[in-house]
């Protein structure tokens, strides 16, 4: 077993070991929290070259750490895992898995998918919804993407209609995208069923988009309009909030966040908060469902458009580096979904950027 698959291994281990205990227990949780990222860092030590892009996180973690100081408002896990998304991301650019390495992936997933499940019913699927339906939809994608790129035609089942073939998914993915579907449903999370249906769609049309070469633009139109997102949902929220045109699986879609997000507009105004962030929204015990606001709150303004500026870059590199005849190229389009549905779950996007980053290798990992 190759050294550097060996590191990503035990990381995803510590990963999946978070992911399983975080709805049973906080014990320990931030040792892990630390642990899952060592064999992260000596990967990023072994791929450090001179380029722009491995010295990134470097400048990151320095401008994070002395703006945070600045601000007077920091904690060291905090810190540490936003300054770990560059150096996933940096790490997912080098790393390169073979086919027997990508099926040991593959199953570890698929282990810790049903182990989740099992904890779920054990805790009545008590937890935020959100979250339970992240790490379910999440796990899930990170399982298709290994398998479906790692299958042959064992994907596939060929059928035959109007003497022409046709490809469709194997039993096992279609059945893992029905129990999903129905978990999904299960939560009531009206986020994760809308992410659902546009990664399901966004798989039906891949090929029409398999000529896209403006990927990286594509994101940071989204990522531009992800921030906007806030101050026009508050406006809508004004106009139309309580309006039966508004339910979405018999609840309102207008939830109450427009109260938070109205409140951090308003503490915005004051150039500490625009700048250092150390906004107080203890008084708010929910989830802010945006990630560029959550580092509004933490950090400031200057530290969201550095960390929205760095995931385009790193994108655009990932996407440089698949190349143009890679038949699984067009599956950047459920990268970018899960992206942006990642960045609308607040803090997850931080803390998650290991499942969500996980397919950019798979892809290019596959390249012809």
Same mark, same amino acid.
């Given at each position: ?75 060291? &896990?905090?810190?540490? &895992? ?37 904890? %779920? ?19 899930? &994608?990170? @399982?298709?993407? *290994? ?36 978990? @999904? ?9 809308? &992410? ?37 949902? *508050? ?82 590199? @990932? %996407? ?49």
């Amino acid at each position: 077993m190759r050294i550097d698959f060996f590191l990503f291994f035990i990381s995803l281990l510590f990963f999946l070991l978070g992911l399983l205990l975080e709805d049973v227990t906080s014990t320990g949780l931030q040792w892990i929290a630390v642990l899952k990222y060592i064999p992260l860092l000596v990967l990023y030590a072994r791929y450090f070259n001179r380029s722009f892009s491995s010295f990134l996180p470097i400048f990151f973690a320095i401008f994070l750490f002395l703006w945070s100081f600045l601000g007077g408002h920091y904690s060291m &896990v905090g810190l540490l &895992v936003t300054g770990m998304v560059p150096v996933t991301m940096y790490v997912y650019t080098r790393i390169q898995f073979s086919r027997k390495e990508i099926s040991y992936i593959a199953l570890l997933l698929s282990l810790a998918f049903p182990l989740y499940l099992i904890i %779920c019913l054990g805790t009545h699927f008590s937890r935020n919804p959100n979250q339970i339906a992240f790490k379910i939809l999440i796990l899930a &994608v990170s @399982i298709f993407f *290994c398998v479906y790129a790692n299958g042959g035609k064992k994907r596939f089942v060929w059928h035959t209609v109007r003497g022409k073939k046709r490809t469709l998914l194997s039993p096992g993915l279609l059945a893992l995208l029905g129990i999903v579907f129905v978990l @999904i449903l299960y939560t009531e999370s009206r986020n994760s069923l809308l &992410v659902y249906l546009f990664l399901i769609a966004a798989f039906v049309v891949r090929n029409r988009v398999a000529k896209w070469d403006k990927w990286g633009w594509i994101l940071f139109g989204l990522l531009v309009l992800f921030v906007l997102y806030p101050f026009v949902y *508050c406006l809508l929220s004004n106009s139309f909030k309580g309006t039966a045109e508004t339910e979405m699986m018999g609840q309102d879609v207008f939830s109450g966040r427009e109260y938070i997000w109205t409140y951090i507009f308003a503490q915005l105004t004051d150039p500490a908060s625009f700048f250092f962030g150390k906004i107080d929204t203890d008084w708010w015990d929910k989830s802010m469902h945006n990630s560029a606001l959550d580092i509004v709150v933490r950090y400031g303004v200057p530290t969201m458009v550095a960390m929205e500026l760095m995931v385009f870059f790193y994108f655009k590199r @990932i %996407c440089s580096i698949i190349r143009d005849d890679n038949k699984y190229k067009p599956l950047l389009l459920l990268i970018i979904g899960t992206m942006i549905w990642g960045l609308n779950e607040s803090g997850l996007f931080l803390g998650f950027s290991f499942f969500l980053f996980l397919p950019y290798s798979i892809l290019h990992s596959k390249n012809p």
